[in-house]
């Protein structure tokens, strides 16, 4: 399983960004698609989530400035980034719970990153 995520740049506060992921590879289902970051010399923290039955929930900090979407099942997710603040400013991740193989359990998978920039 592939994770390829796109999007990330450098823009000024309060301006916004789409971050885009696809999935691809040997993948039977996905249960979830989602998205974290990490800040310079910060964990990784979890941004959002997207069911296969298309429920969402956000970390409290992120709830009405990001939005996720997409189609799990089309294995696509997306991260629509508004009012962005300098403490944005990270890279981010793309995640997903999938199977490689029917009747196995899900698996966590990581894309490689895409790093967002928010200057004042």
């Known amino acids: 399983v592939q994770l390829q995520a796109s999007g990330g740049g450098s823009v000024r506060v309060g301006k916004s960004l789409r971050l885009s992921c696809a999935a691809s590879?040997?993948?039977?289902?996905?249960?979830?698609m989602g998205w974290y970051r990490q800040a310079p010399a910060g964990s990784r923290e979890w941004l959002a989530t997207?069911?296969?039955?298309?429920?969402?929930n956000y970390a409290d900090h992120v709830k009405g400035r990001f939005t996720i979407s997409g189609d799990v099942a089309g294995k696509t997710v997306y991260l629509q980034l508004d009012n962005l603040r300098p403490e944005d400013t990270a890279v981010y991740y793309c995640h997903a719970s999938a199977r490689a193989r029917a009747f196995t359990a899900a698996q966590p998978y990581w894309g490689q990153g895409t790093l967002v920039t928010v200057s004042s």
């Open positions: 997207l069911t296969s039955t298309s429920l969402t």
């Open positions: 590879g040997r993948i039977s289902s996905i249960a979830a």
